[in-house]
């Protein structure tokens, strides 16, 4: 953890569940004090926060890539097998244009979601490891920037499915009490270094509590 530590205090360095899926988790106690004003970790994304932000690792591209395949397949393979079931009981010039239509709407869908959503998406997702708060970037067509103050963090925890695993690759899940946010694209070794420091900053403001 330490490489990622000196990277960040230095000012001079600039994907429904998987089955056969691994975790490991941090939780921790929250104190005995009055809850904090803030109603929702978005209230602090107007605070700056002049740390270096990392980007994902590349491979998470290759892993919303064959993502992106798999569910158009399915979604074709859907498709045919209603036209064919439907073709006894609609007029066949409607069965003949709606098939290709609806593989059509599928194959836009994957070039605009997958190819260039996943281009868009890797190259505008970040992180960034705050003084005071957990700040992650993300979002495609719509990005959006959420800060996570360390003092409403109860729960970390990293996790991957066979796809995550055959790359390397993990995904952080940091939970508040009302919502949590998943930060996928991590190397392993990471992943598990980021969920271990957050834990450490959260243990830090608790006991300054």
């Given at each position: 953890m330490s490489h990622l530590n000196n990277s960040i205090d230095s000012s001079q360095k600039k994907t429904p569940e998987e089955k056969g899926s691994t975790q490991e988790s941090f939780s921790f106690q929250q104190p005995h004090t009055p809850k904090p004003q803030t109603d929702t970790?978005?209230?602090?994304?107007?605070?700056?926060?002049?740390?270096?932000?990392?980007?994902?690792?590349?491979d998470i591209k290759k892993v919303w890539y064959i993502r992106g395949i798999v569910n158009c397949l399915i979604a074709s393979i859907i498709v045919s097998g209603l036209a064919y079931f439907i073709g006894d009981y609609v007029p066949s010039p409607i069965t003949n244009y709606l098939e290709p239509l609806l593989d059509g709407l599928i194959l836009l869908y994957f070039v605009l979601n997958t190819l260039i959503g996943s281009h868009l998406q890797y190259k505008f997702s970040s992180y960034v490891i705050c003084e005071d708060a957990f700040e992650i970037k993300r979002g495609a067509f719509l990005r959006r920037t959420t800060l996570i103050p360390y003092r409403r963090i109860q729960h970390t925890q990293h996790k991957q499915g066979p796809l995550m695993k055959h790359f390397g690759l993990k995904e952080l899940t940091v939970a508040t009490a009302s919502s949590s946010f998943t930060l996928d694209g991590l190397k392993e070794d990471r992943a598990r270094e980021l969920a271990e420091l957050v834990a450490s900053k959260v243990e830090a403001i608790r006991e300054d509590v």
């Open positions: 970790a978005d209230s602090l994304a107007c605070c700056p926060c002049d740390q270096v932000a990392f980007k994902l690792d590349p």
